[in-house]
T-cell receptor, first 112, second 113 residues
């Protein structure tokens, strides 16, 4: 049983560019949450998707947007990248009935 | 809003020492509490959880008790091993599955032989 998979694992962008990160949830999971983890810090909640809708959102600007597809996979898009967007982006999936999060290994974004 | 505070690290212990990592929280309602662990080069994984007051979560020799009166969820282990070296995150979830999970800043643990 595959766990949560994320792609790409590493990427480098320049300021002002746009990036799309992808996540496939664990089999049987219907909810996807995205987190930003800066170096040496705890994960910060970006947003949560369920039934293809954004259900919860953290304190992130509108440059951060997402999508969930009918197969429950999800994308995180960040526009107009800033140096401060450099971080590890974590996807976590769960079953809405339990809420227990299962994490992928993350996508490390470097903005130059 | 909801928040989680953890003791600052890094923490360095000798093998077989006793471990305590303090965690306190601020929340409305009746949150669920979690400890997640991040081993070097790996993603976060759930270590243990407690969903109501006085519940004790336990796994791999680690324990934590949900104390509503002190709003705490301290992580303990009686005898640490080198393989326990990792970053430990205390986290708080809302009372429903819709609620976001909020993480503390993490505590880095190094266990030396």
């Amino acid at each position: 049983d595959a766990g949560v998979t994320q792609s790409p694992t590493h990427l480098i962008k320049t300021r002002g560019q746009q990036v799309t990160l992808r996540c496939s949830p664990k089999s049987g999971h219907d909810t996807v949450s995205w987190y930003q983890q800066a170096l040496g810090q705890g994960p910060q909640f970006i947003f949560q998707y369920y039934e293809e809708e954004e259900r919860q959102r953290g304190n992130f600007p509108d440059r951060f947007s997402g999508h969930q597809f009918p197969n429950y996979s999800s994308e995180l898009n960040v526009n107009a990248l800033l140096l401060g967007d450099s971080a590890l982006y974590l996807c976590a999936s769960s079953r809405l009935s339990t809420g227990e999060l299962f994490f992928g290994e993350g996508s490390r974004l470097t903005v130059l | 809003g909801n928040s989680v505070t953890q003791m600052e690290g890094p923490v360095t212990l000798s093998e077989e020492a006793f471990l305590t990592i303090n965690c306190t929280y601020t929340a409305t309602g009746y949150p669920s509490l979690f400890w997640y662990v991040q081993y070097p080069g790996e993603g976060l994984q759930l270590l243990l959880k407690a969903t109501k007051a006085d519940d004790k979560g336990s796994n791999k020799g680690f324990e934590a008790t949900y104390r509503k009166e002190t709003t705490s969820f301290h992580l303990e282990k009686g005898s640490v091993q080198v393989s326990d070296s990792a970053v430990y995150f205390c986290a708080l979830g809302g009372g429903t599955s819709y609620d976001k999970v909020i993480f503390g800043p993490g505590t880095s643990l190094s266990v030396i032989p």
